[in-house]
């Protein structure tokens, strides 16, 4: 069991490695093979870990060492493993998708001339994310969490002659360095009153509500940047300057899903901090709600993607905030299924313009590409939550759960509702514009090689019964898995009639949405309503960049300018080279005592000894 | 008995080679093999020591002493802490990559500078090993006679006025050390790091801790870096900033702190205050520089503010972070001035402005420089981020808004160096970069390599160094808590 987890971890690593080591001994599609197994490898062991905790009995999960990693005065960390039901699930998860994902780029960027690098990066990726989900201590976590971090931003400027990707994927990476300084400073906070970063620690027996709450708030707001969550978002969009199956792995599926892992791993602390919880809840409606307003006055498929996926990530974290924990990452599963999908066909059409993004120039590409589009719609209604399609299952017992908890969950719950009728606007306003009736033709002959096929089939195919293996309250089988792990709080186990009314209510406002995008997209019989001031607001994504570059980037490089030419050049390097001039002007002067004259130097000689007794005589 | 028993070998055989270098005619091609040779068996040795260090016993090995100056107590004293082996390993490595570097790019007057490169070799050894402090100071003044002449000769165009600079700063803190420790060492009776008692006395603390906070150096005793790591031929820089500088970080955790713990903890907050000014400040000025050596010295600086505040912390995770992160960045800064070295090589330059693209058709450039970079800036995982770690919960300890400091240092941190990564590597090609300039040769993957292995080997394992920094020798007389 705690073998596979170990070759879970380190298979993609040791790609990675090989095919920066082989360099150009080893062809492009050798490379890229090496990564694809590499995964897929991965995935074999964490299958194998599953079944092993299977037979144990998945109880509590165990821990394996390899070695200390980290040891000072009374802390000791070490390069742990945790094999539990909640990082097995996540393993499989992120090797399973992470494979497939793998595989299509075999045929994405096949001709692409820097393919090896490209593979080298995605293995790396891999890895960090594993290394995230199995990582036994919180330290371990955060380790993954920065190398995820890094990944992503050598995967987003993979294109680096473009000054674009380069600028998104700094931006990425300064976000996330963000939220890894946040968490590591709540980790000093738990150092200092626990000396320990294992998972099991009882916080409330050590801690003050205080510092609890601190720890919680440092935690939430490396989330928040990982996860792109208001108001450390503004990088996600950015990031799809990246390869489309970047967008996939990194930036839908997997890493970005990494913020309601680490509720749902530290839900204990979470729980004495039950206030910083909710704020988790209420940030995820938030988002939802914005990112889905935002969402449908974009005009780039993958960003229009891109808030999507923030938007349900909001779901998530509205999920796990209020303490269903299970049914957060259920949504997470299902979500990589169906967002992977979405992204995989999107980059089908595109791979079939040759780069082409703008929905408005895409339009008619369904027609050269008939399985494409009947992929693209699977996906398309996973993500509105349209029974039987996967979504269904996992969006509307997280809105249950948000309307049995307390007043507020009620107010989150109608936002999740209004989240639904959104989701179906923009989702389908995105899917009836490009795959509507037009001229686009794709430039070549059929859909893509099978390398690219067969991934979106799979996906395709559970982004339909992916969601069947849980249907609350009848059949439950995630949430008792994950039971032993992150137990669902009582606050947020709704009734029938509450899941009744839920799903009732979220399926009929998403076929409303579905319904208005129809008339205004595709039979065009109602004209978009134009509200200038509030679409320029939604295309501007509401000023966060602009904000942020006021607040804090321009007085920081305004204030380090000032410092360079007010202070460090006149002062520090100015009046020191005058203190080295001076010197030099002394000892232009000094030299001249050096006359080589005899009689001189016994006038020297002379005068010292006379001043040296006087000095004597006088002191004595 | 072995060759690694004597730590005194680790010393005298670089400099008697020097002298050897001096004294014999040799050709270019002898003078500068022998001289690689010589710092490669140092490795060697070094290697052999760390083998066979007994870090359970944590006490003093490998040591050697002889009476010197008996009517004042001074003694010929050299062995090795736990933390002193760390320190030594840094100095022989990257004086062999930095002698290297010196041999592959062909230094002109050959003799003269594989000479005092290797009399460098030794005398830096020789601070890390002493346990006399006339001694150490002997080794401290030796250490800066070579460096005076290396950036003056073979430096750039602004060489002088970066070397008479050096030479005041280094100067007025070393007359200082030495008035303070003359008196201290009257005072007390002895000059022995061993015997030695601890002194309350502040003023001697002050004189110690000036010559210290130069060398580092602390905000605002920088004046003299940003010229004489840009002016200095680059492997020069590499072991100004790499290892030079730590000499004033070991003389605060071997001197300062473990004999006047009064003092020390008097002034905890000034130095720690000076730390954290060093750090915002450099990180901020690095952010602005255009060069690439200007972001390298500038968060070299930062660093040093950094490694100050740990130490000054007063607390186990602090020291332990400090002696990781000294050695961590030692490597990290070492292969970025080698690096920028090999970029002025192809381009003539290092301003941002005329560089960019070199990594296509570059692999090797680009992937040193980038797992170099990502290092310096301490992404989680890897041993600079172990050391800042540490060294931040460390000062936790004394009061959060170190921590905050620190935590937000990093954020910079990754905005100057993702700009030296993309400036010199990614978007359209530089004005300076031809198309055939070329990849890393294997004569600077050689050097270059061992060095970004070491930091990938201490990022899989941190706990080797923290775990066995035997600080404890100086925490016990420091009186620090936990």
């Known amino acids: ?620 | 008995m072995t060759v690694g028993d004597f730590t005194s070998l680790l010393i005298w055989l670089p400099i008697g080679a020097a002298i050897v270098i001096w004294i014999l005619p040799l050709s270019r091609y002898a003078t500068g093999s022998l001289a690689v040779l010589v710092s490669l068996a140092e490795v060697g040795i070094w290697i052999e020591q760390a083998a066979r260090f007994d870090f359970s016993h944590g006490g003093l090995q490998f040591s050697q002493k002889a009476t010197w100056i008996n009517d004042l107590h001074v003694s010929y004293h050299v062995g090795e802490f736990p933390f002193s082996l760390w320190f030594v390993g840094l100095t022989v490595i990257c004086m062999a990559a930095c002698t290297a570097y010196g041999f592959w790019v062909g230094r002109d007057r050959p003799r003269a500078y594989f000479g005092l490169m290797l009399f460098l070799t030794g005398a830096i050894v020789g601070v890390f090993v002493a346990q006399d402090l006339l001694l150490f100071y002997a080794f401290f003044e030796a250490m800066l006679i070579p460096l005076y002449i290396l950036v003056g000769v073979w430096g750039g165009p602004g060489r002088l006025g970066a070397t008479v600079k050096f030479v005041i700063y280094t100067m007025a803190g070393s007359l200082l050390m030495l008035a303070a420790l003359i008196a201290y060492g009257v005072h007390v009776g002895t000059f022995d790091m061993l015997s030695g008692p601890v002194s309350s006395n502040r003023w001697i603390f002050l004189g110690f801790m000036l010559a210290f906070a130069i060398k580092s150096p602390l905000f605002p005793f920088h004046g003299w870096l940003p010229d004489a790591y840009r002016q200095a031929p680059p492997e020069v820089s590499a072991v100004l900033s790499g290892v030079v500088a730590k000499a004033g970080l070991y003389g605060m955790l071997r001197i300062a702190i473990p004999f006047f713990p009064d003092p020390a903890s008097y002034y905890r907050t000034a130095v720690m205050a000076l730390g954290a000014l060093a750090l915002v400040y450099g990180s901020l000025l690095a952010f602005r520089a255009s060069d690439m050596r200007g972001v390298v010295a500038y968060s070299s600086f930062a660093q040093s503010g950094l490694i100050a505040i740990g130490l000054f912390s007063g607390t186990t995770l602090g020291f332990d972070g400090a002696v990781l992160q000294i050695v961590a960045h030692g490597f990290v800064s070492t292969a970025l001035f080698l690096i920028a070295g090999t970029v002025e090589r192809r381009t003539t330059t290092d301003q941002f402005a005329l560089l960019g693209g070199m990594a296509r058709g570059r692999p090797a450039l680009a992937t040193l420089l980038l797992t170099t970079g990502v290092i310096s800036l301490a992404v989680p995982g890897s041993a600079a981020f172990a050391g800042e770690f540490l060294i931040l919960a460390g000062a936790y300890h004394r009061a959060w808004w170190w921590a905050a400091i620190g935590a937000g240092a990093i954020v910079l941190a990754a905005m100057y160096m993702l700009r030296v990564i993309s400036a010199v590597l990614h978007e359209a090609r530089g004005s300076t970069v031809a198309d055939e300039a070329l990849d890393l040769r294997p004569g600077e993957l050689a050097l270059i390599v061992p060095l970004v292995a070491t930091l990938l080997v201490l990022s899989a394992w941190p706990a080797g160094i923290t775990h066995h920094t035997g600080t404890a020798i100086v925490q016990t007389s420091a009186n620090v808590t936990p």
């Not at chain 1, 494979?99 to 045929?107: A, C, D, K, N, Q």
């Not at chain 1, 330290?139 to 990707?165: D, K, Q």
């Not at chain 1, 916080?203 to 003050?208: A, E, G, I, K, P």
């Not at chain 1, 899917?431 to 799979?458: C, K, S």
């Open chain 1, 1 to 620: 069991m705690t073998a596979g987890a170990w070759l879970c971890l380190f298979s993609p690593l040791a790609g990675a490695l090989a095919i920066t080591l082989a360099g150009t001994r080893i062809s492009r599609t050798a490379a890229a093979w090496i990564s694809t197994l590499s995964v897929f490898v991965a995935f074999g062991g964490a299958v194998w870990s599953f079944f092993g905790l299977r037979s144990h009995g998945s109880e509590h999960g165990s821990l394996t060492t390899a070695w200390t990693w980290l040891e000072s005065g009374g802390l000791k960390i070490g390069l742990t493993l945790l094999v539990d039901p909640l990082s097995t699930m996540m393993m499989l998860i992120v090797s399973g998708v992470g494979g497939l994902i793998v595989l299509y780029s075999v045929g994405y960027m096949h001709d692409d001339p820097e393919e090896r690098r490209y593979f080298a990066y995605m293995s790396l990726f891999v890895f960090s994310m594993l290394l995230l989900v199995e990582g036994g201590n919180l330290l371990l976590l955060l380790v993954g969490w920065g190398l995820v971090g890094l990944s992503s931003y050598l995967l987003i400027g993979f294109w680096h002659e473009r000054p674009t990707a380069v600028a998104a994927a700094k931006k990425a990476f300064v976000m996330n360095a963000l939220g890894d300084a946040t968490m590591a400073l709540a980790f000093f906070v738990l150092i200092a009153h626990t000396n320990s970063l294992s998972f099991g620690t009882n916080f409330h027996v050590h801690m003050s509500s205080t510092a609890t709450n601190l720890v919680a708030l440092g935690l939430l707001g490396g989330a928040a940047a990982k996860s792109a969550q208001i108001p450390l978002h503004t990088w996600l969009p950015d990031a799809m300057e990246g390869p489309t199956p970047v967008s996939a792995l990194i930036h839908a599926a997997t890493m970005v899903t990494a913020g309601v892992y680490l509720i749902a791993r530290t839900h204990p602390l979470f729980e004495q901090a039950r206030t910083v919880e909710l704020v988790a809840a209420g940030m995820g409606a938030l988002t939802l709600l914005v990112a889905g307003l935002v969402a449908l006055v974009q005009v780039d498929i993958k960003r229009v993607i891109a808030y999507s996926t923030m938007s349900q990530i909001g779901y998530m974290f509205l999920g796990a905030g209020v303490g269903a924990y299970a049914n957060g990452m259920f949504h997470l599963m299902t979500h990589a299924f169906f967002k992977a999908l979405l992204f995989m066909a999107a980059g089908v059409a595109i791979h079939a313009l040759s780069g082409e993004q703008d929905i408005r120039k895409m339009r008619g590409i369904g027609q050269s590409l008939p399985w494409t589009k009947w992929a693209f719609l699977i996906g398309s209604l996973a993500l509105v939550g349209i029974p039987p399609f996967s979504g269904f299952f996992s969006k509307d017992s997280i809105i249950a759960a948000a309307l049995h908890a307390h007043w507020y969950g009620v107010i989150l719950g109608i936002v999740g509702l209004v989240g639904a009728f959104l989701t179906g606007l923009y989702t389908f306003r995105l899917y009836f514009i490009v795959f509507g009736p037009g001229e686009a033709r794709a430039e070549h002959d059929g859909e893509g090689p099978w390398t690219m096929l067969l991934p979106v089939g799979v996906l395709s195919l559970l982004a339909i019964v992916g969601g069947w293996i849980q249907f609350a309250p009848f059949w439950t089988p995630v949430t008792h898995w994950l039971e032993p792990a992150a137990r669902t709080l009582v606050v947020a186990e709704p009734t029938n009639t509450q899941e009744a009314i839920a799903s009732i209510l979220a399926v009929a406002l998403g076929l409303a949405g579905i319904a208005v995008a129809y008339l205004m997209y595709a039979k065009r019989s109602v004209s978009v309503p134009t509200r200038p001031k509030l679409q320029r607001a939604l295309e501007h994504k509401l000023y966060f960049d602009e904000a942020y570059d006021a607040l804090f980037f321009r007085p920081a490089a305004g204030l380090a300018r000032l410092l360079r030419d007010e202070w460090e050049t006149p002062i520090f390097i100015g009046e020191t080279t005058k203190i080295g001039d001076d010197a030099l002007w002394v000892a232009r002067g000094v030299r001249r005592i050096q006359t080589g004259l005899l009689r001189t130097y016994v006038l020297f000689l002379g005068t010292g000894m006379a001043v040296l007794a006087i000095v004597l005589l006088v002191v004595k």
